[in-house]
């Protein structure tokens, strides 16, 4: 299976630049998963496609304003950092550019000393760890200094910083959002728990591979960035019980979908769990949880693409790809979204 075989062409103009005024006036596309019928929708209508005894999954994680602009102490040049992933209370693992003089030892200075860092090793993917020093509580600091880590494709300024949050987000930790679920107001999750849907929460916090190209020209030869996630015992219940009385479990996003399909038993009931997946899903893959998936429209070529194929087949998500490329949808990560689901059901 080729990588190139998840490819199409996308206009530039169609990569969304900044979210709608109201989150749940999104287009929503309808893929039917088994024939790959679409209809289009707008988001607020996702109650159409949901019932009683269903089971909504969200991913709880909080993005962090992880991207910070500082100078190497004491020669003056600048540096910018991405906070990755959280060592201890003090060391991050980190993305630096620029990268080639970033050695272990150099010295690093943000908001004018207000915290401080030392390059002490480089890891994986030429990452470095970082041990900071601060006087204070090191997320105050990193809310007053940093900025959202927003995809490489968004070029405008985000004027306001919740809407690169979902409105259910709770724990730091993600360079990057679960965007599936920006679409939904709280407003829209009460209607829909209204009407009998349960929602079940997990955490995934999102890594920087989110936004890496698939290098490899085999899909076999990709190898998966790690990421944490969580999933409490409350979480395993309501999605357990759906499961038993025959309800339908519908992932928020990509993220959610992973950290089930990694915390499940080959039977595909759930037990609290904690830990870090490599999880990589392309078809093929047998799901063990999930009934139906809410997702954005993903990169071309990306694992995420991959993810989707492997619920909808390649051949009805690349037919849906070129639908709403024709009908002008908007792509990623502030763009429209899909639902992928059993229309029948």
Not at 133 to 140: A, L, M, P, T, V
Request: charged letters at 25%; one cysteine or more; proline letters at 4%.
């Amino acid at each position: 299976m080729k990588v190139s075989d998840f490819n199409y062409e996308l206009p530039e103009e169609l990569i969304a630049q900044d979210p709608l005024e109201k989150r749940s006036n999104s287009r929503l596309m309808v893929l039917d998963k088994n024939n790959g019928q679409v209809t289009h929708r707008h988001f607020y209508d996702i109650k159409d496609y949901l019932k009683s005894g269903d089971c909504l999954v969200i991913n709880n994680t909080r993005v962090i304003p992880a991207r910070l602009f500082g100078v190497k102490h004491p020669t003056g040049g600048h540096v910018e950092i991405l906070l990755l992933k959280r060592h201890s209370d003090t060391v991050w693992e980190c993305l630096v550019k620029p990268g080639k003089n970033a050695r272990p030892g150099m010295e690093l200075s943000f908001g004018a000393g207000i915290l401080m860092g030392k390059i002490t090793d480089i890891v994986d993917e030429g990452n470095r760890l970082i041990e900071f020093s601060f006087d204070g509580i090191f997320e105050e600091i990193l809310d007053k200094l940093g900025e959202m880590p927003l995809p490489p494709y968004i070029t405008h300024q985000l004027e306001d910083k919740n809407r690169y949050q979902t409105v259910y987000a709770k724990y730091d930790g993600s360079a990057a959002a679960p965007t599936a679920g920006l679409h939904f107001t709280k407003e829209l999750l009460e209607e829909i728990k209204a009407m009998g849907v349960e929602i079940a929460e997990v955490t995934l916090h999102v890594g920087l591979g989110t936004f890496r190209p698939v290098k490899a020209d085999d899909v076999l030869d990709h190898h998966m960035h790690s990421e944490f996630y969580q999933v409490s015992q409350e979480a395993c219940d309501i999605i357990n019980a759906t499961k038993a009385r025959g309800g339908r479990v519908i992932s928020v996003g990509t993220t959610s979908t992973r950290t089930l399909e990694s915390a499940a038993n080959e039977d595909g009931t759930l037990t609290e769990k904690s830990g870090w997946t490599e999880i990589f899903i392309y078809p093929g893959y047998k799901f063990k949880v999930i009934d139906g998936l809410i997702t954005n429209f993903h990169l071309p070529q990306s694992t995420l693409i991959m993810l989707v194929s492997a619920l909808a087949g390649r051949e009805n998500v690349l037919s849906a790809y070129e639908t709403a490329v024709q009908e002008k949808y908007r792509f990623f990560s502030f763009g429209d979204a899909m639902i992928v689901i059993d229309t029948s059901n």
